[in-house]
């Protein structure tokens, strides 16, 4: 019923920059928030980024000033911008969305199927 589409990942050198997208499709009413998770080895899933409809953004302290949340509404897609990457970023990026499939109808959460990001020299 509804799809996240996320693109973008890759290896990069420590210092680099990638930027990755997720587009929503399917069923959609409306988009309450959009943003982004990360999972490294052993870990649990962390918040990295998220943006709502209001437009509030919201960044986890170890990116902030290095990473950047954006969305284009129109085209229901979030991007993630991430300059000076370290080692540590490395993880599976997952995007997740807030979604109603219509007007009267409940908030859904949806994720993506993950994207791997390897920041290595």
Request: net charge positive; proline share 3%.
């Amino acid at each position: 019923q509804v799809q996240l589409v996320e693109s973008g990942g890759g290896l990069v050198q420590p210092g680099g920059s990638l930027r990755l997208s997720c587009a929503a499709s399917g069923r959609i009413f409306s988009i309450y928030s959009m943003g982004w998770y990360r999972q490294a080895p052993g870990k649990q899933r962390d918040v990295v980024a998220d943006s709502t409809s209001g437009g509030s953004t919201n960044y986890a302290d170890s990116v902030k000033g290095r990473f950047t949340i954006s969305r284009d509404n129109a085209k229901n897609t979030v991007f993630l911008q991430m300059n000076s990457l370290k080692p540590e970023d490395t993880a599976v990026y997952y995007c997740k969305a807030v979604i109603a499939r219509e007007p009267s109808g409940n908030w859904y959460h949806y994720w993506g199927q993950g994207t791997q990001v390897t920041v290595s020299s």
